[in-house]
């Protein structure tokens, strides 16, 4: 895709921020913190008014849980529609890492989420989304 140039005009605390934030993210410079910041704010706005977005739902888990590996297959097959892949991971003897990688309208997606990350057992668990274009 083409690249454009342009002129910003920031105050200086604004700048001074933004280059915190360069530092902070080891971003290699300046365009990349704008545009994670944009596309952040593109993604935001597509989840108010309902688009289609892609994304990743993260989950920790002990598999010696209770019906927990059971619950969480019958919750994925009730969303099949919105999953493309998941992966699981054994991350030691007692916990497991699942990466579900997911694809749909957002309102769904964070209700599939909620119902994931939101099921007994869980230790800890993130919803991750992105633009599809
Ligand atoms: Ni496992």
């Given at each position: ?72 297959m019958h919750v ?58």
């Amino acid at each position: 895709m083409l690249i454009k140039r342009f002129g910003v005009s920031l105050e200086e605390d604004i700048l001074t921020s933004l280059d915190e934030l360069v530092k902070k993210n080891k971003f290699p410079n300046r365009s990349q913190a704008i545009r994670n910041l944009i596309k952040g704010s593109l993604v935001s706005e597509k989840v108010d008014k309902n688009k289609i977005v892609a994304g990743a739902i993260i989950i920790v888990y002990d598999h010696h849980k209770r019906e927990l590996n059971n619950k969480l297959m019958h919750v994925q097959h009730d969303y099949h529609d919105l999953i493309l892949s998941s992966q699981h991971v054994h991350l030691a003897h007692d916990l497991c890492l699942e990466t579900i990688a997911v694809k749909g309208k957002a309102q769904s997606l964070l209700t599939l989420s909620d119902r994931i990350i939101g099921t007994k057992g869980i230790k800890h668990g993130k919803l991750v989304l992105t633009d599809i274009e």
